[in-house]
């Protein structure tokens, strides 16, 4: 299933994102910060499993406009393992600072 969800405070160079989610995890929200030396992701992950799920890890795709793969960044659940149907918190530092970049794709990944 892929969503696409509107950014909030995104830089220029990032001005769409889409979520895909997994058979077991669903970000239900998300927003992009811009910092000083790095950008950051913040958002709130589900399990929709019917078991809970340990080692999520939320990976963020960066691409530039010919949608091409920059580089991958990585973030975790703050709560882990996640109960069934709770939801965690979760963050992602963006230490890329190139100006090709013009979209991103964000994964939840973890399994029961």
Known sequence: MVAALTVVA???YAQTGEVTNSKYLEIIEHRYRVGESSD???GTVKNISTEEVSSI???LLLYDKANQLITIETGY???TPLPSQDTSPFSINVYYQ???MNHYVM???GIP
């Open 40 to 42: 950051t992701i913040t």
């Open 57 to 59: 890890t939320i990976y």
């Open 98 to 100: 190139g100006n090709d």
């Open 77 to 79: 659940a703050d709560i």
């Open 10 to 12: 995104a830089p220029a």
């Open 107 to 109: 994964l939840p990944g």
